[in-house]
């Protein structure tokens, strides 16, 4: 009879569930919210578009790097594995630490609370039903990631399709009620109200500082790697899951902020705090505003079930090397799931929204993110040097530009960290010293794996 304590991940994920963890993992509230961030800091319509367009190539070169980097390394954990074996288990455990501690609960507390919020107004609900309903939907989906990869991914697809639906429709309205593209830039600026740069000097810092919120909101492709053993072929599957679903999110974050923009104008853009809701208001009146305010409901509380399900297997590789309470290293017998790690992470995103804390952890959450964004991309050339060396046939995907793709890649990274430290220096030092008390933490549980 097999130890239940020898359980390990089935591998039961296709391309289509793959490509919509990558999709899903992708859009949450961000594209729906943060448009109008952007048209501040660029002040045009062609300004505001080419930053989201230079967002989607950064992206891309994101996806082209995890896709090579889950076909060498198919593993569980995604980029904590990647980074134990090529710099050491140091910045690995960092990167579980800031995780379980800020990055994924964090994202999962704030998401909860916008999936509430929304929630509530459809519902009529008054404000004091906010944190119920979100701490409900943490305890529910932690639930049903417990019971398999396979129902959370289920769960995850359908959400993710309504998510789409939702934009389809902001795009349909557009297309319909809008004139035609060729004309839509001319009329769009024509309205505007905004100052604009001028020359190069002030066009580069325009859109340096619009690509922050662009950034965080074409992040999350990562998150598909972490499950990589759960994934049948991975080697294969997973570079076309991480391609495809980026390619599909480039699409309708476009096609989204077209819509903004020819329903809007770029001051219009500037001024809401809903542009989803506005545009959808403006193109079909009270229902369009309901429509996608159940569109936004849908898509936020998909990625919070994208959180919970890929995050814990991180603290269970964390676990499994040592790194952490033994028990979070288990899997269930039947259901092949980390469930105390799944538990532990519910834990600490329900204490952080009773807390109502997660607002300033999140503010170095992208600070922290593009840290070991650049460090996960740095492992790539590690790899490639050990394969070559090793002798081994190097078959497969690749990721295309090598090594100007991951250097482009790392200097994203950099101006992001930079950019959040210049921009906040307070928010900068909680966050490093956050991670640098991980670094104690660590001594402690490599001492006690080190054997006697």
């Known amino acids: 009879m097999s130890d239940p304590n020898d359980a390990t991940y089935a591998p039961r994920l296709g391309l289509f569930s793959g490509t919509m963890l990558v999709v899903g993992g992708i859009i949450g509230a961000g594209i729906f919210l943060n448009p109008s961030a952007v048209a501040i800091r660029t002040g045009s319509a062609a300004l505001t578009l080419a930053t989201w367009?230079?967002?989607a190539a950064i992206a891309l070169l994101g996806a082209f790097i995890f896709a090579e980097l889950g076909r060498r390394r198919p593993r569980v954990g995604g980029g904590y594995a990647y980074l134990r074996e090529a710099f050491g288990p140091l910045p690995a455990f960092m990167y579980g630490w800031a995780l379980l501690l800020a990055i994924a609960t964090g994202a999962i507390a704030a998401v909860a609370v916008t999936f509430a919020t929304y929630t509530a107004r459809l519902a009529g609900l008054p404000p004091d039903f906010v944190k119920p309903l979100a701490i409900g939907g943490v305890v529910f989906l932690s639930g049903v990631n417990?019971?398999?990869?396979v129902p959370g991914a289920a769960f995850q697809n359908v959400f993710t399709l309504l998510k789409l639906a939702a934009l389809s429709a902001l795009l349909a309205a557009a297309l319909f009620a809008a004139p035609a593209i060729t004309h839509a830039l001319a009329s769009i600026d024509a309205g505007a109200r905004l100052p604009t740069p001028?020359?190069?000097?002030d066009t580069v810092l325009s859109v340096s500082a619009a690509l922050v919120p662009v950034l965080f909101s074409f992040g999350g492709w990562q998150q598909t790697n972490f499950v990589a053993g759960e994934i049948r072929d991975p080697a294969r599957t997973l570079p076309?899951?991480?391609v495809l679903g980026v390619l599909i999110v480039v699409v309708v974050y476009l096609g989204a902020n077209l819509a903004y923009l020819r329903a809007l104008g770029i001051g219009g853009l500037a001024r809401s705090t809903a542009p989803a809701a506005d545009t959808m208001a403006v193109l079909a009146g009270g229902t369009g505003r309901t429509l996608i305010a159940a569109g936004i409901a849908?898509?936020?509380?998909?990625f919070l079930n994208l959180v919970i399900l890929v995050?814990?297997?991180?603290y269970q590789a964390m676990a499994?090397?040592?790194l952490f309470f033994a028990g979070f290293a288990r899997l269930h017998p039947r259901y092949r799931t980390p469930v105390n790690a799944?538990?532990?992470q519910g834990m600490v995103a329900v204490a952080l929204i009773l807390m109502g804390t997660y607002g300033q952890l999140l503010d170095w959450v992208v600070f922290a993110d593009w840290i070991f964004f650049s460090g996960t991309a740095l492992t790539l050339v590690v790899f490639r040097r050990r394969d070559a060396k090793s002798g081994e046939p190097d078959s497969g995907y690749r990721a295309p530009f090598y090594p100007l793709s991951v250097a482009l890649f790392v200097l994203a990274g950099a101006y992001v960290v930079f950019g959040s430290i210049a921009s906040n220096p307070g928010n900068a030092m909680n966050g490093a010293l956050l991670l640098l008390a991980g670094v104690p933490v660590f001594l402690f549980w490599s001492r006690r794996a080190r054997p006697a």
């Open 53 to 55: 367009g230079l967002g």
């Open 146 to 149: 417990m019971l398999g990869v």
């Open 198 to 201: 001028t020359g190069v000097r």
């Open 240 to 242: 076309r899951a991480l």
């Open 298 to 302: 849908a898509s936020t509380f998909g």
């Open 311 to 314: 995050s814990p297997r991180v």
């Open 320 to 322: 499994r090397d040592g």
């Open 342 to 344: 799944i538990t532990l």
